[in-house]
C-alpha cells in the first residue's frame, strides 16, 4: 500500500484516488475555515457561512484522521 499524508478513518472504505481528491478538498475548507477565523470575527460571521464551515470540518473528521 501507498504511504499518503492523509489516512482513512477506521471503517471508511474509499479508492485511493477518489480519497486522494477527497483530501484536497478538506484542505482546502480546513484553509477556509482558518481564514474565517482569521479574517471575520466569529460574531461578525453570517450563521449560514459558520454553520456551512462547520459541517464541513466536521465531515472531514469523520472521514480522515489525524494520526
Do not use: N
Amino acid at each position: 500500500m501507498t504511504k499518503h499524508a492523509w489516512q482513512l478513518a477506521p471503517g471508511v472504505k474509499m479508492d485511493e484516488a477518489v480519497a486522494s481528491e477527497v483530501y484536497k478538498i478538506a484542505c482546502g475548507l480546513k484553509g477556509l475555515a482558518l481564514h474565517s477565523e482569521l479574517m471575520i470575527d466569529r460574531e461578525d460571521c453570517p450563521e449560514d457561512l459558520r454553520k456551512a464551515v462547520d459541517d464541513g470540518v466536521a465531515a472531514i473528521a469523520k472521514i480522515f484522521t489525524t494520526e
